[in-house]
């Protein structure tokens, strides 16, 4: 993937306990659709490692998840890239919209997989974007570039933001957990908070 790359692991502590094994084969034959991103090109393709197990887009490009053998979920998605710019400049955007909807959708997901596989109980979630030198965040709020002139740039390449804890995986709220972690993310931009949540903190989806 060319450019920026946002990526997210939920980790539950029973996995790092040796508490769970995920039954790879059964999850590569009935599951792995539901653990398919749906901003992929509709067609998915699976692929087992020692690790675990990948699911990606089959148009390639666009980004994986990953479930490992403990539990653990990983996923990735291109999150920003060199365009034109309405002035005729050339411009490296990260695309606010589509960060913020990754992080959440794969929160989402990932909690409902675990839900599904019997995996209950605390986790460690983490939230990364990588490749980030030079690119400015797009944060109109409606994915449009009229919110680039600010020039808020990243300040460091891999933007890798704070652990953040879940006490309870069958029971966690995914606005609570992800909104502190994209204010950070915005804040990194020099913006004040992730414009995506409404007065009483639930996620609003921006198109």
Known sequence: MNGPVCVAHLVPIAGLAGKVAVNMQEFYDSAYLRFAYKEWSGN????????????SDAAGGFGYNHIFRNG??????????EMQLPNGDVGHVVWGSVVANFFWDTVHIFLKTSKELGIDGPAVLHFALLDVDGYTLDGSGAGQLAGLFSKALA??????LPD?????????????????????????????ACPYFDGTGQYVRPQ
């Open 44 to 55: 998915q393709r699976r692929t087992f490692s020692l690790d675990g197990l990948t699911v």
């Open 72 to 81: 653990a979920m990983e996923g990735a998605f291109i999150g920003g890239r």
């Open 155 to 160: 300040d460091r390449n891999y933007l890798l």
């Open 164 to 192: 953040a804890w879940i006490e309870n995986m069958d029971t966690a709220d995914v606005s609570s957990i992800v909104r502190p972690l994209l204010d950070t993310l915005w804040q990194s931009f020099g913006r004040p």
